[in-house]
């Protein structure tokens, strides 16, 4: 396709209530809701006609070999022409950073599908326990059911999965790799991936994270003994942790099922929450707050 114009949408957003934007100290600002604020417009010379929505995961390789992953999350037609609204995967990690999103460039450019429901048999039951979205596996624990070298049973819940438990089968093994060696060094997840590659499927886990400890000798009486003392001031010992792992295979199946005992748990929650907030109505700017941060 060729694309003849790109621009940020912000500009083009019609109902800006939808929209919250936090102003940072250095004068920039960062989006936490509505992801039509966080998007690319792209023209291009025909209509698009492929499949939109947050179910349906894209690559987009351009003239200058840039390439960017992410959604589909609208089209239409304008004053100039046939557009999309193309949501970059690492959107809000940029926001985060406070770094410029890849500009893209006028010229040719190719479309990949790389994800959607009908490429792995039963996904469609998560998609739509999932509004539509593929979820995040963010805190996921993994449970190893079978293993063999020709295909395995996987099953994934907890974390931001809530009460859905995932259990994935994995067909006709033709290759893995893990930073850890080994499968069994992932107890828990910060993602899991799922894409189509050129002949085959791919798994891909991660579990990256960061910790901070407190120097080596420190005294942490200091915090009992002094209240008004400045916690900046100490120099914590930074470690990143990161483990991958890729499980490329010919086919992959999928069975959701409802971990009801999680689900009565989060009911119960919830509810006492709603209880807490008829008595304290400060808890319920405590809990849109959270929300803006989840759909962040």
Same mark, same amino acid.
């Given at each position: ?13 019609? /109902? ?40 349906? &995961? ?12 992410? +959604? ?17 995967? /690492?959107? +809000?990690?940029? @926001? ?13 450019? =190719?479309?990949? *599908?790389? @994800? ?37 049973? *996987? ?5 931001? @999965? ?21 499968? =069994? ?6 993602? @899991?991936?799922?894409?189509?590659? =050129? ?8 579990? %990256? ?22 916690? /900046?001031?100490?120099?914590?010992? #930074? =470690? ?10 010919? &086919? ?5 099922? #409802? %971990?009801?005992?999680? &689900? ?5 929650? +919830?509810? &006492? ?24």
């Amino acid at each position: 396709m060729q694309v003849i114009r790109a621009e940020d949408n912000k500009s083009f957003i019609q /109902n800006k209530s939808h929209t919250i934007v936090t102003d940072n100290k250095d004068g920039t600002g960062t989006v936490q809701r509505n992801i039509s604020a966080v998007s690319d417009r792209i023209w291009l010379d025909e209509e698009f006609l492929g499949n939109y929505g947050m179910a349906y &995961k894209y690559k987009l390789k351009f003239a200058n070999q840039l390439c960017q992953e992410g +959604f589909v999350v609208e089209k239409g037609k304008d004053e100039y022409g046939n557009y999309l609204l193309f949501l970059n995967s /690492n959107a +809000f990690m940029y @926001l985060h950073n406070k770094e410029e999103r890849p500009h893209i460039p006028c010229g040719p450019a =190719e479309m990949s *599908l790389i @994800l959607a429901p009908e490429m792995i048999e039963g996904s469609d039951e998560l998609v739509k326990g999932f509004k539509g979205s593929w979820p995040g596996f963010h805190e996921a624990k993994i449970r190893i059911i079978e293993k063999s070298r020709e295909s395995m049973i *996987l099953e994934f819940h907890g974390g931001f @999965l809530g009460d859905k438990v995932v259990r994935l089968f994995v067909e006709n093994i033709i290759s893995q790799s893990y930073d850890q060696n080994c499968l =069994e060094s992932f107890a828990e997840l910060t993602n @899991l991936e799922f894409r189509k590659a =050129e002949t085959h499927m791919e798994v891909m886990l991660f579990n %990256d994270y960061t910790t901070y400890r407190l120097p080596e000798g420190f005294d942490d009486s200091v915090f009992k003994n002094d209240p008004e003392f400045d916690t /900046n001031t100490i120099e914590r010992v #930074i =470690e990143e942790y990161q483990n991958h792992g890729v499980i490329s295979c010919e &086919k992959l199946k999928m069975m959701v099922t #409802i %971990d009801e005992e999680q &689900k009565r748990e989060d009911e119960e929650s +919830f509810k &006492k929450f709603l209880e807490e907030c008829q008595k304290n109505p400060f808890s319920l700017d405590t809990w849109n707050n959270s929300i803006n941060k989840a759909e962040r």
